[in-house]
């Protein structure tokens, strides 16, 4: 691939943002600062430049200068030639979202207000002598044509920026005026006083409106300079950003002062990358990925183990990694934080030449709905070592529906017409669908299920059980010693109507309520022991087939982490994936795989989260067995792992597959399997 001919954006990135700290202002030594991120393994940074404080001596009323400014040289000016003498690329960084109370006393409409008319103060009760901050408008024209945009031209005009990136970009709720006629002439009605009335696309319309703005001005000023937005997996628009920016991030946090029973789930990093990758055509996502074990504790660090996990997730599922810091090394306390930066840095050296324009390889995609359902399921798939792509609504159309042999549908999921009629066609051309939970009468999906049009919606079940049905059962596949696995939560109950429907598993009901399953022991026979009630059924439909479990797997995925339940996901994908699964790995506890495929190579990363988290070791996994089947066939040339640098010996099938056994992984691997 001819990289030359690409912006320095389109290509492999390695950034470091130094957080920095007005006070400590004086102790930045431009060209120490610049040769530090180069010695730790960066080729951009993110520098502070405008918004709440003006890093460089702005002439724009209202714009607050850092009082910590030297005055005998200007520092913005110096850290960017000395970033450029290192050869690294500068990203400005600046942030809107809040401005000091003395712009409010003098131009409160400028500021978010509560409904009661207040406006929106941050940090109150905060320590020391600081002034207080306060949110601004979206809407307002602090964030638009008062000071933003006559900022951005000011910085454009004066500075060498290689990029901006804008922090805290976002809607914040609002009730000020201009909100309030912006939302009456849109909507034709009021603004609702409960922000849980507002219309859906709200927010994301403010901050398309407010970003439409700066793109437009940076690119009028320079074209080159592209433009840094993030992006969210849940609460978000991602087509809207897209449409409003040159580049993505996303930042999953991995806070740990939330306590240990509400950290984020181990797959955050994971499928925040996998999102931003379902656009096509688009450069490789940022994943920020802070130091610190949440925003109070910031002057440390993430335990080390831990740390290396959530860092490794980000390449490993297709992303630029993207460090943010509290402070320059300098004052950084935690030297810990350096040495892992450096040392994660030289890693994804190794490896970005090989994954630079690489695409990602799965046969299973899931339909995103950023609820519980699609994180349970996501868990199950990534547990179980199944690589998969996450797909929006909208990006469910059939030539793109056409390069997976499986979609996963989780409850929850909106059947549009429209979509049914996609995924009807996705199984009759040789598809699999794997759907759960209660659907709607729709009579074409009703059809695809292979169900009656009688569904009755049971009440919370428990003390219930699923009961494998019939021999060879695909779905029992490494639970052939148990008839029943645990059951628990709303059942539809549904009756079998198509002529190649069959049922491979039923409901046992309650055998006692909750509160006597216990005692006496004598009782705990089962009353119903089998019932023709389906809580697992296929229907062969045209070349493919649906799958339909009419009850919450993923409720099970995440309120249990029963093995079950995770085995019962894996043996649906075998069973939809027939007998040509891409890869095959030895299952293990915390293991994650990911697929790419560049010129014909395939890449596999390999990354070890095992134990318990947050995790205080990284405990290496050892003699994991790899069964590759070549996308294209071919014949191997080599196996090299690109981070420790070592060829594997492999053996090969006669069908062709390719395996071999990567002897010990600790934290993150790259394997390429190269083809003649």
């Known amino acids: 691939m001819d990289t030359t001919a690409r912006d320095w954006w389109q290509k492999p990135l390695r950034i470091i943002q130094p957080n920095l700290q007005i006070k400590d202002t004086a102790l930045i030594d431009p060209q120490k600062l610049a040769s530090q991120m180069k010695e730790m393994g ?43 003498k290192e050869g690294l690329r500068f990203i400005g960084r600046f942030d809107f979202s809040r401005a000091e109370d003395s712009i409010y006393l003098q131009k409160p409409q400028w500021f978010a207000k509560k409904t009661d008319g207040e406006p929106e103060i941050v940090g109150l009760y905060r320590p020391g002598p600081w002034s207080m901050l306060m949110n601004t408008c979206i809407n307002g024209a602090y964030r638009n044509e008062a000071v933003a945009l006559p900022v951005l031209d000011e910085v454009i005009s004066n500075y060498d920026l290689d990029g901006i990136f804008f922090n805290a970009p976002g809607y914040s709720d609002c009730w000020c005026e201009a909100c309030r006629q912006k939302y009456a002439a849109k909507y034709g009605q009021p603004l ?30 320079n074209k080159d300079i592209p433009m840094i937005l993030y992006y969210n997996l849940y609460h ?51 994943g920020i990925v802070h130091s610190s074990p949440g925003m109070d504790w910031r002057h440390t660090g993430l335990p080390p183990a831990e740390y290396r996990f959530w860092l490794s997730q980000i390449p490993a599922h297709g992303g630029s990694i993207w460090h943010s ?14 040495e892992i930066v450096a040392a994660f840095n030289a890693d994804v050296k190794q490896v970005e030449s090989d994954m630079d324009g690489a695409a990602p390889l799965s046969q299973v995609a899931l339909m995103w709905t950023a609820d519980p359902s699609a994180e349970g399921m996501a868990d199950g798939l990534i547990n179980k070592q199944v690589p998969f792509d996450v797909l929006l609504t909208e990006q469910a159309v059939p030539e793109r529906l056409a390069q997976y042999k499986a979609l996963i549908i989780p409850e929850g999921m909106k059947y549009t017409e429209s979509f049914v009629d996609i995924i009807s066609a996705y199984v009759e051309q040789g598809g699999c669908v794997i759907v759960e939970g209660a659907v709607p ?85 089962l009353p119903v022991s089998h019932t023709e009630l389906p809580l697992a059924l296929t229907n062969k439909i045209g070349r493919g087939i649906a799958l339909y479990m009419p009850f919450s797997l993923s409720h099970l995925i995440n309120e249990y982490k029963l093995v079950e339940h995770y085995q019962l996901l894996a043996n649906a994908v075998d069973y939809a994936l027939g007998d040509e699964p891409l890869i095959e790995v030895t299952h293990m506890p915390g293991l994650q795989i990911t697929l790419f495929e560049k010129e014909g190579h395939v890449l596999i990363h390999l990354v070890n989260g095992a134990g318990r988290r947050p995790l205080t070791a990284n405990i290496p996994l050892t003699q994991i067995e790899v069964k590759l089947r070549l996308p294209g066939g071919g014949r191997v040339k080599a196996v090299q792992q690109l981070i420790s640098g070592e060829a594997l010996s492999y053996r090969t099938d006669e069908a062709g597959a390719v395996s071999f056994t990567v002897p010990s992984l600790l934290v993150w691997e790259c394997l390429r399997v190269e083809t003649e």
């Open 42 to 84: 960066a080729n951009a940074i993110v520098f502070n430049v405008a918004g709440i404080y003006a890093w460089y001596p702005t002439r724009v009323p209202f714009h607050t200068v850092n009082e910590y400014l030297p005055q005998s040289f200007d520092l913005l000016k110096a850290v960017i030639e000395a970033c450029h």
């Open 192 to 221: 609702p006083a409960n922000k849980k009335e507002f219309a859906e696309d709200w927010a994301s319309t403010c901050m398309r409106d407010n970003m439409d703005k700066f793109y437009s001005l940076i690119k009028n000023k």
């Open 236 to 286: 978000d628009n991602l087509f809207d950003r897209a449409e409003t920016t040159d580049m993505l991030c996303t930042e999953p946090q991995d806070i740990l002062s939330l306590g240990h029973h509400h950290i984020p789930e181990f797959w955050k990093p994971a499928l925040s990358i996998k999102l931003g990758r379902s656009l096509p055509d688009r450069p490789t996502p940022f």
């Open 325 to 338: 810091l509290t402070g320059i090394p300098d004052t950084i306390g935690d030297k810990r934080i350096l």
């Open 441 to 525: 009468k729709n009579e074409k999906l009703l059809a695809l299920l292979g169900i009656g049009n009688d569904i009755y919606v049971s009440q919370s079940l428990t003390a219930s059980y699923l009961r494998f049905e019939g021999q060879g059962n695909p779905l029992q596949k490494g639970l052939e010693q148990t008839e029943l696995i645990a059951h628990r939560g709303k059942v539809a109950y549904v009756t079998p109507a198509g002529e190649r429907t069959q049922v491979l598993a039923t409901l046992v009901p309650p055998f006692s309520p909750l509160d006597a399953v216990g005692r006496p022991p004598e009782r705990a026979s």
